[in-house]
């Protein structure tokens, strides 16, 4: 099928960086959330950032403006009505299976019947989610990577009712999205944060028993691994609050202690420290 309209829900990290990524690359991206407020808010902050790729020479200033113009904000959460009009929906709402359930149960009715469904959920179950729209050979997984516009790669998630049309629809989204896709079944945290998620946790481990600094331990990783961001700067950079709702899935999921969230992320969490987003998480952020 031809996707040329694109809705993204949710304006957050995620949301207002992958409907930066479609404008970029030509869709007409209508992106929603629950006020309009936040809404402007994100599409001021993507503005932001392509002018920032413009004067770094990253993207001419024409294709900063022209993906500007194809973006529209709409506070429609409730009704979600402005996605009757789109060829593809990415969701990219608040990790919980209440609040995305609501969002596709909606889509199902208001969508039209060719529509590709997807969530960019981190770990809950797609199933859930397929089986809330009534039309689950539609939904699939776009689970896009933090920062959106800079990392490439899309796990591409498939439940038990996907359709190959709608795995061809989605690879073919992604190659014009020119972003990098991996295939995987509907598993709580697919391939990256399977992997990821303990080792963070880890990492806050060995924080919280003293056995040292949280600069140390990411520089361990950073020049002794080689990798380009250390964990507790990846936690800080996913929100704490985000990586805890996805640990609790994944743990209620699996059942195994070490996707349990540590009781330090969880206090972390609860005094408003949710990392770069607030300025303080692991480390402390300029404002
Ligand atoms: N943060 C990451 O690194 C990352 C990476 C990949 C995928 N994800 C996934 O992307 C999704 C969004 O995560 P995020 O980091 O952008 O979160 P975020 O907190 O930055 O944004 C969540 C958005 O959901 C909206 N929202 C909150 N409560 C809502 C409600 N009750 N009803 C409707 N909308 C509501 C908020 O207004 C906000 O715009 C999650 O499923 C998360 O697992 C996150």
Known sequence: MRIERVGVIGSGLMGSGIAQVAAYHGFNV??????QARVDA????????????AERGRITTEDCEASYQRLHGVADMDTLNSMARVDAVIEAVVEDLEVKGSVFRRLGEVCTPGTLL???????PLSDLAAASKRP?????????????ALKLVEIVSTASTTDETLTDAMRFCEKLGRVPVQVKDTPGFIANRLLVPFIFDAIDLLDSGVSSAEDIDNACKVGLNHTMGPLATADLIGLDTLKLIAESMFE????????????????????????????GFFKYAE
């Open 253 to 280: 999921e699996y059942g195994e202690p070490r996707f349990k969230a540590p009781t330090l992320l969880r206090r972390l969490v609860s005094l408003g420290h949710l990392g770069r987003k607030t300025g303080r």
């Open 42 to 53: 994100a599409i001021d902050g993507i503005h932001r950032r392509l002018l920032r790729e």
């Open 30 to 35: 209508t992106l929603v959330d629950i006020d």
């Open 137 to 149: 050979e539609r939904v699939i997984g776009l689970h896009f990577f933090n920062p959106p516009w």
């Open 118 to 124: 997807a969530s960019n959920t981190s770990s809950l």
